[in-house]
């Protein structure tokens, strides 16, 4: 089997109509009866068998995962230390922010390659459903309160004060919407894309359908939703302090009075968000900005209150990330050549930083992750669009994968990685081994605690650990 031929039988290659008129040709003599079973069984005696192979994981896909793998693990670690890297405080986007949009870019792209070939839709269909629920599950379970690691050896949370809304909350909902649109419309898959530039955009029409209701849903609840007036309660060492912020207005894409933030607080509770949002680093809330740092004595009341960043009307206007990804991923199924998928993949991208840049410096949608706004999800993907055709042309054209082998084993154990790495589980296992406190950890630097000397040095005695220490 001749390399092209691999590359379609495992739904990367494109396939045109003039390669498979012979074989349509083929399949009506068959199907006309017009030849007796015995000649059929003759001639598959005559042909050989061909095992159908295991379709090949994508390297370019494992590697873009693990990327950003790294990257939510590198601005988690040192975002506190170098604020150029850490989330914008409201409107820009730094290094943090692409790590929420390239997840669901990859996602996207994962579902069309994953979803190619549907034997059962029900079957399909739970399975999404169980994935959905597995990832929910473990979203409330690292980012809900429950684990306090790595400070802390502690578990537990207060139910009035659960996060119901997190990281891998969102990238279940987007999944599951993506997922079930592409199961659903797999009858109306084309098996052959017409020539033309634009071909692949109308041969997956339902796909974009349901990217443009998001669209329509988020953009609508953004600039018509009345906010009026709300308060919050602030509890500091059994203290009560209640603030109001003043709103009453539409449209507002400002920290204090945004439909984003409305809509969760009507819906979860205002209890249930996030209770160190980034805008506390804005000048209005600090003169450390944009570092974080103790509250201005004139800071607004709105600089103290919650915000989910990962909130239920941004997580819908979030689905276009989703949706743009499942488009690369289309490209990729039904594309054979290089040049074929880089032109699709590099001209979308540009035309989405166009549009974002656009839309950021003339005022009229500002980039902002905090409401992922529409100039937003365009920067993003059209970033994530361009890296991924690096990747590509980088391991997949020019074969230098093995530079980018640790990349995709992250990309490859995504889940283990985020759980043990980024949501600081194995930080809290190597913090659990204490010596005497749990201050003087393996974890701690800190020479003072003195943790390996103490260990080292134990039978020596207790007055010559005295002396060094």
């Known amino acids: 089997m001749d390399y092209d031929a691999k590359r379609v039988e495992e739904g990367l290659g494109h396939v045109h109509k003039e390669d498979i008129t012979e074989k349509e040709d083929k399949i009506e003599k068959d199907e006309s009866g017009a030849a007796p079973a015995q000649s059929v069984e003759q001639k598959g005696e005559e042909q050989p068998i061909i095992k159908q192979q295991k379709s090949k994981r994508v390297a370019t896909l494992d590697a873009f995962r693990g990327l950003t793998i790294v990257l939510m693990i590198l601005v988690d670690d040192a975002g506190s230390a170098y604020e150029r890297i850490d989330h914008s405080p409201w409107n820009g986007c730094t290094l943090a922010d692409f790590v929420m949009p390239f997840f669901l870019f990859i996602v996207g792209v994962a579902i069309?390659?994953?979803?190619?070939k549907i034997p059962r839709i029900g079957g399909a269909i739970k399975k999404i459903t169980l994935r959905t629920l597995k990832l929910l599950f473990w979203g409330i379970l690292l980012q809900g309160g429950y684990s306090h690691a790595p400070d802390e050896l502690v578990y537990g949370?207060?139910?009035?004060?659960?996060?119901?809304?997190?990281i891998l909350q969102r990238i279940a909902v987007?999944?599951?919407?993506?997922?079930?649109?592409?199961?659903?419309t797999t009858k109306l898959r084309p098996t052959v894309i017409d020539s033309g530039h634009f071909s692949i955009f109308s041969a997956y029409k339902w796909q974009w359908t349901g990217g443009f209701v998001a669209f329509l849903i988020y953009m609508i609840t953004t600039y018509t939703l009345y906010v009026p007036d709300w308060s919050f309660v602030i509890h500091d060492d059994d203290i009560a302090t209640r603030y109001t912020v003043k709103c009453g207005m539409r449209g507002h894409l400002g920290p204090a009075c945004n439909a984003v933030g409305y809509v969760d607080r009507q819906v979860w509770g205002i209890n249930h968000l996030y209770t160190q949002p980034v805008w506390t680093r804005l000048k209005a809330c600090t003169l450390s900005s944009?570092?974080?740092?103790?509250?201005?004595?004139?800071a607004p009341s709105w600089c103290y209150a919650p915000f989910e960043?990962?909130?239920?009307?941004?997580?819908i206007s979030a689905i276009l990330s989703g949706t743009i990804g499942i488009h690369y991923g289309h490209v990729l199924i039904h594309f054979k050549g290089h040049a074929e998928r880089l032109k699709q993949w590099v001209s979308m991208a540009i035309v989405l930083?166009?549009?974002?840049?656009?839309?950021?410096?003339?005022?009229?949608?500002?980039?902002?992750?905090?409401?992922?706004?529409?100039?937003?999800?365009?920067?993003?993907?059209g970033a994530a669009g361009i890296v991924f055709s690096a990747f590509y042309v980088m391991i997949d054209v020019w074969g230098f994968r093995t530079p980018f082998l640790f990349l995709e084993w992250i990309g490859m154990n995504a889940m283990l990685v985020f759980v043990m790495a980024a949501q600081g589980i194995f930080a809290a296992f190597i913090n659990g081994w204490y010596y005497e406190t749990?201050?003087?950890?393996?974890?701690?630097?800190d020479p003072k605690t003195c943790f390996y000397q103490r260990l080292a040095l134990r039978e020596i005695g207790d007055s010559l650990i005295r002396d060094i220490c």
């Open 174 to 184: 987007v999944y599951f919407i993506v997922a079930v649109i592409e199961t659903l």
């Open 112 to 116: 069309a390659l994953a979803l190619k």
């Open 157 to 166: 949370v207060d139910m009035k004060r659960i996060r119901w809304f997190g």
């Open 438 to 445: 749990p201050d003087n950890s393996l974890r701690s630097l």
């Open 309 to 315: 960043p990962e909130g239920l009307l941004s997580t």
């Open 353 to 381: 930083l166009i549009v974002a840049i656009i839309l950021h410096f003339t005022d009229a949608i500002p980039i902002n992750k905090q409401l992922y706004s529409f100039s937003y999800v365009c920067f993003t993907a």
């Open 290 to 298: 944009p570092r974080s740092g103790p509250f201005r004595e004139d």
